[in-house]
Every structure is written in structure tokens, then in C-alpha cells.
């Protein structure tokens, strides 16, 4: 089973859960940026499950074939949020705010590999 890092707590319980119901069967988590993961399905690694944190990375493995025809369910979704320090002494109430001259820096994901940091590059374009 493949899933984004940020699902690690999640599946972490799902494999032990699905363990517990079938005594035979080992669960192995491999976890990992959601561009990492799909290098790896498309070069050929052998996942049964794999849970991606954007759509557009199952589309892309959809028609490309590498998800079985009637199997893909998508069971959740994303929601951007912008996370300040207790100790910030000026107000961001929205993006526009983050134009004040007292930021200097922001701290975004990966755009290339993962997916909240191509989210967030979309929205700063």
C-alpha cells in the first residue's frame, strides 16, 4: 500500500485494522511524496492500494492505465490553510496580506512532488 506522507497516521490504522481481519495477509506501507510514488508505480513497483493526495496525479495514473478500470474511489479531499506563528504581531486575515513588507518569507511544499505545493504555487500564480 502506497499513500502520501501526510496520510501516514491514517493508514498506519487502516493496515493494522485490515492485518487484524485477515490473519494471513502482511501489510507493507511505503509512504512518500505523491510525484515519488508515482515514479515508483510507473517504474514498475507492484501496489495494490495507493492513496494520493491529488487528483490530477490519479488522472494522470488513470489514463495512463495503471488503475484498474472500476476500482479508483476518491474518499477525500483537500483544503489549503495558511499557518501562522502565536507570536506574529500583524494580521493576515487573506492571501492579499501576504504582500505586507514585514514578510519576508514563506514556506511552501515542493511544487514539483508534492501536491499541497503545486496547490500553492497555482494560487500564488
Given at each position: 500500500?502506497?499513500?502520501a506522507t501526510s496520510l501516514k497516521n491514517?493508514?498506519?490504522?487502516?493496515?493494522?485494522?485490515?492485518?487484524?481481519?485477515?490473519?494471513?495477509?502482511?501489510?507493507?506501507?511505503?509512504?512518500?511524496?505523491?510525484?515519488?510514488?508515482?515514479?515508483?508505480?510507473?517504474?514498475?513497483?507492484?501496489?495494490?492500494?495507493?492513496?494520493?493526495?491529488?487528483?490530477?496525479?490519479?488522472?494522470?495514473?488513470?489514463?495512463?492505465?495503471?488503475?484498474?478500470?472500476?476500482?479508483?474511489?476518491?474518499?477525500?479531499?483537500?483544503?489549503?490553510?495558511?499557518?501562522?506563528?502565536?507570536?506574529?504581531?500583524?494580521?493576515?486575515?487573506?492571501?492579499?496580506?501576504?504582500?505586507?513588507?514585514?514578510?519576508?518569507?514563506?514556506?511552501?511544499?515542493?511544487?514539483?512532488?508534492?501536491?499541497?505545493?503545486?496547490?500553492?504555487?497555482?494560487?500564488?500564480?
Amino acid at each position: 500500500m502506497s499513500a502520501a506522507t501526510s496520510l501516514k497516521n491514517a493508514f498506519e490504522e487502516i493496515g493494522e485494522l485490515h492485518e487484524s481481519q485477515n490473519n494471513n495477509l502482511k501489510v507493507t506501507l511505503n509512504l512518500g511524496a505523491s510525484g515519488d510514488l508515482i515514479t515508483q508505480i510507473t517504474g514498475s513497483a507492484e501496489v495494490d492500494v495507493f492513496a494520493s493526495t491529488a487528483l490530477k496525479d490519479m488522472d494522470d495514473l488513470d489514463k495512463s492505465g495503471f488503475v484498474v478500470t472500476g476500482k479508483r474511489t476518491n474518499f477525500m479531499s483537500n483544503s489549503m490553510v495558511l499557518i501562522v506563528p502565536l507570536s506574529t504581531k500583524f494580521t493576515i486575515a487573506s492571501l492579499e496580506d501576504l504582500k505586507q513588507a514585514v514578510i519576508r518569507k514563506i514556506a511552501i511544499e515542493n511544487p514539483k512532488t508534492v501536491p499541497v505545493g503545486r496547490y500553492t504555487d497555482e494560487t500564488f500564480q
